[in-house]
């Protein structure tokens, strides 16, 4: 039996990702298209916490919410939660530039995941280390795909494509922690 999930996202890419990741699990994911105002920290424990009590409080059902950022080791694992915000400014040229063609090019992928049942949060992560791209390569409608190559791979995310990205991603790695959670939970406790 498909057990059905709410996921609190704008971002049709993510809400994908995590559709196509999660269905192996036999997870149907229900996208809940919400824009939160999204707390400006550094901290993406925090940030992700504040962002499921607000969906919470919009929805009044179970559901999920997830951050993912870049942590550049150059510059003490900056941006973190404030990705979004760094990127929009920059953009992929610029980032590139900046941080592709510098003495320390590691950075690592996180993806911090909040489930919320309605009593507790619980966290899940995923982590992939890579390192900046010299210059943008691929599609760039998915924002720093284009300039993140993990480690013992030669292309970035975005040349890749979804298929193979997405058995390696940061996100895959959060979200098969959040399925076998709720498979040891008892998947039936927390559908819809």
């Not at 003490?76 to 992929?92: H, I, K, R, S, Y």
């Not at 970035?156 to 959670?181: H, Q, V, Y």
Request: a neutral charge.
């Amino acid at each position: 039996m498909t057990t059905q999930l709410r996921f609190l996202s704008s971002n049709e890419f993510k809400i994908k990702e995590a559709k196509d990741i999660l269905a192996a699990a036999d997870i149907d994911v229900v996208p809940i298209s919400h824009k939160i105002e999204e707390l400006q920290t550094t901290d993406t424990h925090k940030l992700v916490r504040d962002k499921a009590l607000k969906a919470f409080a919009h929805s009044g059902r179970p559901l999920f919410v997830e951050h993912t950022g870049l942590y550049l080791k150059q510059l003490n694992n900056f941006p973190g939660g404030l990705t979004q915000v760094f990127w929009d400014t920059l953009q992929a040229d610029r980032f590139s530039e900046l941080f592709g063609n510098s003495h320390d090019t590691s950075v690592a992928a996180k993806t911090v995941i909040a489930y919320i049942d309605g009593r507790k949060h619980h966290f899940f992560e995923g982590t992939v280390e890579g390192r900046v791209s010299a210059e943008p390569k691929g599609c760039r409608d998915f924002q720093w795909d284009c300039v993140f190559i993990p480690d013992g791979h030669s292309d970035t995310f975005a040349e890749m494509g979804p298929d193979k990205k997405n058995s390696i991603s940061m996100r895959r790695r959060a979200l098969d922690s959040l399925a076998s959670f709720l498979a040891q939970k008892g998947v039936q406790r927390w559908v819809l």
